[in-house]
């Protein structure tokens, strides 16, 4: 299942294996007593109990420092061994590869990502959990809401796994420069146009290492078109329809977003996204006194961290950046891939000072101010349908979304607990933010055959760079978009119904 829904969890896919590789620096070595058996609905399990689950993780170091040590502690007797998922992570089709590993290997426990859960549990290899969680009294109305409900949404209306953590995204704000030009803050809950317009007040420098903006892009936005989209999305629109075979971009209410970001990046009130045509990618390390250390962030989540804009939505990970103590004299070495040479070649050095910064939720659209777009879950833990010891892999289950472990996982994990009595607490910010907006389901509901929507994104964006540089009109743009993706839309439904 990819499409529009597997960019975005691509997107968010890399948040997540970001977050889970810094929770791997920190040993999770919280245990818990069972009290005895179980009363699951797969038949309980005794804590003496000997026995042997099978565990299919990223790899087998990963699994034992996150749960592997305190859940064998919790089952001495249980034997545990780990199916590496390394190769599925890394193939072209890591939905096709992971079926393929079910088939072979025959785990019990899977570590799945949100295309492959939805698309296992259409397929009926996975265990429906409603009776286990019923029987077990397990807690759910103590998880986000959205959580639970994207996963039953992407699961057919059923609950086929769990998560312990979940991604999403919030805008986060400069207050020293909101104080320095005398705007009023952020709010929650704030429409697209007024957020713009806020960001259109601060005065803007497009180019250059000084350049400053009011709206920096997500980390996530790779393309001209993602800010398009993301409001498109808020509003309810759809870029196209699959099941009418149709490009549907060329309406009214596009053109007013394609008009209101096109003209923030024409001012420099919107930064432009480093990977889009003519950006350059960048790679940062923070060079302290003694040493110095490297840290994988993109330079729109830097221009946000040295100053350089007002605002910018982004997900919790900017956070724990901007939590890190950086000592006087420190600078952010920033690294330019683009084929820079003479005086522009080589690192070049920005100085990372400590910002006053706070978040509110990402904008909404009035008509449906309670969602979003954005939330994903990609560490979801479910039981494959032909597993020979279910009421083992249903203890593990509970153990790695229970309390116990996200009460640990609050003190030491850069993940956003699905648990909302232990969110992370971030003394006078506003992390609250990133629980207070539901799952928008309708856009879990539109489906685009594979590739198209990069293909798409690929056509939009370059048509904007157009219109910004001045070489087409906004109506000549939108009519190449809507008649050549069209066609992309066209072959790519043909490629699918061929396969």
């Not at 549990?121 to 103590?142: H, V, W």
């Not at 024409?266 to 006194?289: K, N, T, V, Y």
């Not at 203890?395 to 992370?424: F, W």
């Not at 904007?464 to 978009?481: C, H, P, S």
Request: proline share 4%.
């Amino acid at each position: 299942m990819e499409g529009e829904r597997s960019m975005k969890s691509n997107a968010r896919r890399k948040l997540g294996m970001l977050a889970g590789v810094l929770a791997l620096l920190l040993v999770l070595s919280a245990c818990s007593d069972t009290g005895g058996k179980s009363t699951s609905v797969f038949g309980g399990l005794d804590r003496d109990e000997a026995g042997t689950l099978k565990v299919a993780y990223f790899n087998e170091q990963a699994f034992y420092l996150q749960y592997g040590n305190a859940f064998q502690a919790m089952y001495p007797n249980m034997t545990i061994e780990v199916v590496s998922l390394e190769q599925v992570f890394q193939a072209e089709d890591p939905v096709s590869e992971m079926e393929k590993m079910l088939g072979e290997q025959q785990p019990d426990v899977l570590h799945l990502t949100e295309d492959q859960y939805a698309a296992l549990a259409e397929k009926g290899l996975l265990y429906d959990l409603d009776a286990a969680i019923k029987q077990d009294e397990f807690d759910l109305d103590s998880f986000y809401p959205a959580v639970v409900e994207l996963l039953k949404a992407r699961g057919g209306g059923k609950l086929y796994g769990l998560s312990p953590s979940f991604s999403s995204q919030a805008l986060y704000f400069n207050k020293g420069m909101f104080d320095q030009y005398n705007i009023p803050y952020p709010r929650d809950g704030m429409s697209w146009e007024e957020v713009l317009q806020l960001a259109a007040r601060f005065p803007a420098q497009k180019d250059g290492d000084n350049a400053t903006h009011g709206l920096a892009q997500s980390s996530q936005a790779n393309d001209l078109f993602a800010l398009i989209r993301m409001i498109g999305e808020a509003k309810g629109l759809s870029y196209a329809d699959a099941d009418a075979g149709q490009v549907t971009i060329d309406s009214h209410e596009w053109k007013e977003i394609f008009q209101m970001v096109i003209d923030g990046y024409q001012s420099g009130s919107i930064s432009m996204p480093s990977d889009a045509p003519g950006g350059e990618r960048l790679m940062l390390g923070i060079l302290a006194p003694g040493g110095g250390r490297t840290i994988g962030f993109g330079p729109d989540s830097m221009k946000f961290m040295t100053g350089q804009a007002a605002m910018m939505i982004d997900g919790s990970m900017l956070m724990e950046m901007l939590r890190v103590n950086v000592n006087r004299g420190e600078a952010v070495r920033v690294q330019s891939n683009a084929a820079d040479s003479g005086a522009n070649a080589g690192p070049r050095p920005r100085q990372l000072d400590s910002i006053d910064w706070d978040l509110v939720t990402v904008p909404v659209d009035p008509s449906q101010p309670d969602v979003m777009s954005g939330i994903g879950v990609d560490s979801i833990f479910a039981i494959s349908a032909s597993s020979d010891n279910p009421a083992a892999a249903w203890e593990l289950l509970k153990y790695i979304n229970g309390e116990q472990l996200a009460k640990t996982s609050a003190r030491s994990s850069s993940a956003m607990s699905a648990r909302t009595a232990h969110k992370k607490v971030v003394e006078g910010k506003n992390v609250d933010a990133f629980y207070k907006l539901g799952i928008n389901e309708q856009l879990l509901l539109q489906s685009l055959p594979a590739g198209f929507a990069d293909s798409f994104a690929q056509l939009a964006s370059g048509e904007i760079k157009r219109v910004v540089d001045g070489g087409a009109t906004l109506d000549e743009a939108i009519a190449q978009i809507a008649s050549q993706g069209q066609q992309l839309l066209t072959d790519a439904l043909l490629e699918s119904d061929a396969s």
